[in-house]
C-alpha cells in the first residue's frame, strides 16, 4: 500500500520545510534538453568566475558550456542570470542519527529505534538537499540496525527525492573507545553498543558484516572523542596490527575505509595503515600531516562542530565535560588544517552535524575563515570530495559529460563564502529540486 504524501508528513512530524516528492521520484527524460542562463559560474578546477555563461543538460548530463549557446527546440528555459551557478555541493560527514542537542550518545543510540532513525534521516537527507548538497556520506552512526543503508537504497530506488548517498553504517570501536556505551554504571543494566570488536578476528568478522549489509565505506574509531564519556582523544584505539588489519579487509572487498581520530597517534596509526580518509585530525603533528601528504590520504576537518560546541558550551548547552575537552582541542584543530594546508593534504567539507542539519552549510565558512583561501574552500566542497568517493568522472565540477548536479546562490561565494548559505537553486542529475 502506497503511503499518501500528506500521511508520510504527518508520521515525519512537524517540519521546517516540505518533503521533496516524497512519495515517489520523477525520472529524468534522457533526450530531453534543459537550456540555464547563468549571470556566473563557478569554474572550480581553474579557480575562475565565468561571466555570462549557458549550460546545455541533456537528461541528466551536461552536454555544454558556454556563451550563447545554441538552444535545440523544445528545450525547458531556466533564467539564474541574476545568480551564480556551481557544482552541487557535497558534505562528506553526515550524522543523521544523532543530535546532541537533543541528548546525549547513550540516551540518543538507545532510545531510538531503528524506524524512528529511517524516518527521522528521509527528513534530513532531504533538508540537506534542499540546502545545495547533492552528494553526502555517513560516516557511521548510532543505529542497531541498518536504517541508512535503507534510506540510501529508497533513494537509489527513486522511492524518495534525496542526495547520492554513500554509507559507512556504524562506527567499529574498541571496548571503551569512542563508539561504546561509556556513560552506563558498570553494575547498571549491560546495554552494548553496535560493532564493538577487539582483536584482529573479531575486527575482520566487522567489517564483512558492514559490507554484508550494504556498506560502502568502513567507519573505524580510532581514539576517543569530545563528545563522549570517558575515553581519551589523544590514546590511539586499536594495536598496529589491528589498524592494519581494518584496512587490509576493507580494501580487499574493494571498499574504503576513514577514522575518527583526535589526538595525534590515532591519526597516524590509520594513515600509515593505508586508511583512506581522516575525520577531525584535531591534534596532528607535522610529521603525520607529511605523511597523509605522501600517501595522498583525504583530510575531513569537520570545523564548525568545534565552534557550534564552544559556543553551545558557553552557554550551559553541554557538559562540562565535553566542553572542557573542546577548549583543549579547539587551538590545536586550527593548527592541524593549517599544517595541512601547508603540506597540500587535500581537505574536504565534512560538516559532522550533530546540530540541527539545516546549519551544516556553515561548514564552508567555518574553513573559510581558517584558510582565507576561498577557492581551496569551493575545491573541497566540490571536486576533493568526489576525488575521495572515487567518482571524479561522473560529479564535482561543471563539464561536458558529467552528471548535472547544479547549484546557484544569490551572491558569489569566492566574493565572501557566506554566500554560500543564500542557495535558491538545486539540481540533482539533471532533476530540478528547488527553484
Not at 574536504?348 to 575563515?369: H, L
Amino acid at each position: 500500500m502506497r503511503l499518501t504524501t500528506s500521511l508520510l508528513t504527518l508520521l515525519l512530524g512537524s517540519l521546517s520545510l516540505p518533503l521533496l516528492a516524497a512519495t515517489s521520484v520523477s525520472r529524468v527524460d534522457a533526450d530531453h534538453y534543459q537550456h540555464i542562463r547563468c549571470g556566473q559560474l563557478l569554474d572550480v578546477i581553474n579557480e575562475k568566475t565565468l561571466e555570462n555563461q549557458d549550460i546545455l543538460v541533456r537528461g541528466s548530463v551536461i552536454e555544454a558550456i558556454g556563451p550563447a549557446l545554441a538552444v535545440p527546440a523544445g528545450a525547458t528555459r531556466i533564467d539564474l542570470s541574476d545568480r551564480v551557478c556551481m557544482p552541487g555541493l557535497m558534505d562528506m560527514h553526515v550524522h543523521l542519527f544523532t543530535q546532541s542537542s537533543k541528548g546525549s550518545i547513550e540516551m540518543l543510540g538507545t532510545t531510538q529505534s531503528s524506524a524512528f532513525n529511517a524516518l527521522q534521516g528521509i527528513r534530513f537527507v532531504q533538508e540537506l538537499l534542499h540546502n545545495g548538497f547533492t552528494t553526502i556520506r555517513s560516516p557511521g552512526d548510532f543505529d542497531f540496525a541498518y536504517a541508512n543503508i535503507e534510506i540510501r537504497n529508497a533513494i537509489n530506488r527513486g522511492e524518495f527525492a534525496g542526495p547520492r548517498f554513500l554509507v559507512a553504517p556504524h562506527y567499529i570501536s574498541a571496548q571503551g573507545g569512542h563508539g561504546d556505551f561509556n556513560a552506563f554504571a558498570p553494575d547498571g543494566p549491560q546495554i552494548h553498543a553496535p560493532m564493538i570488536a577487539d582483536g584482529v578476528d573479531a575486527l575482520r568478522s566487522a567489517v564483512r558484516k558492514e559490507i554484508k549489509y550494504g556498506a560502502d565505506w568502513i567507519k573505524v574509531m580510532a581514539t576517543g572523542g569530545v563528545m563522549s564519556q570517558h575515553d581519551d582523544p589523544e590514546v590511539a584505539g586499536f594495536s598496529d596490527e589491528e589498524f592494519r588489519v581494518l584496512a587490509e579487509e576493507t580494501h580487499r572487498h574493494k571498499k574504503k575505509i576513514t577514522a575518527h581520530a583526535i589526538g595525534d597517534a590515532g591519526v597516524y596509526a590509520a594513515v600509515d595503515a593505508g586508511f583512506d580518509s581522516i575525520e577531525h585530525a584535531t591534534m596532528m603533528s607535522e610529521r603525520t600531516a607529511k605523511l597523509m601528504a605522501k600517501k595522498g590520504t583525504y583530510y575531513v576537518p569537520t570545523l564548525y562542530v568545534v565552534d557550534w560546541i564552544l559556543d553551545m558550551g558557553a552557554t550551559g548547552g553541554i557538559s562540562a565535560g565535553n566542553f572542557a575537552k573542546a577548549k583543549h582541542v579547539a587551538v590545536q584543530h586550527e593548527n592541524s588544517v593549517q599544517l595541512a594546508y601547508k603540506y597540500k593534504v587535500p581537505m574536504v567539507i565534512g560538516s559532522d552535524c550533530i546540530f540541527p542539519m539545516n546549519e551544516a552549510i556553515r561548514e564552508f565558512t567555518s574553513m573559510a575563515k581558517r584558510l582565507g583561501d576561498n577557492w581551496y574552500v569551493m575545491r573541497a566542497g566540490t571536486i576533493h570530495p568526489a576525488g575521495m568517493l572515487g567518482l571524479e568522472d561522473e560529479i564535482g565540477s561543471l563539464e561536458v559529460g558529467k552528471q548535472a548536479d547544479i547549484v546557484a546562490t544569490a551572491a558569489n561565494p569566492i566574493d565572501d563564502m557566506a554566500n554560500i548559505e543564500t542557495v535558491n537553486f538545486v539540481m540533482k542529475g539533471g532533476e530540478l529540486i528547488r527553484q
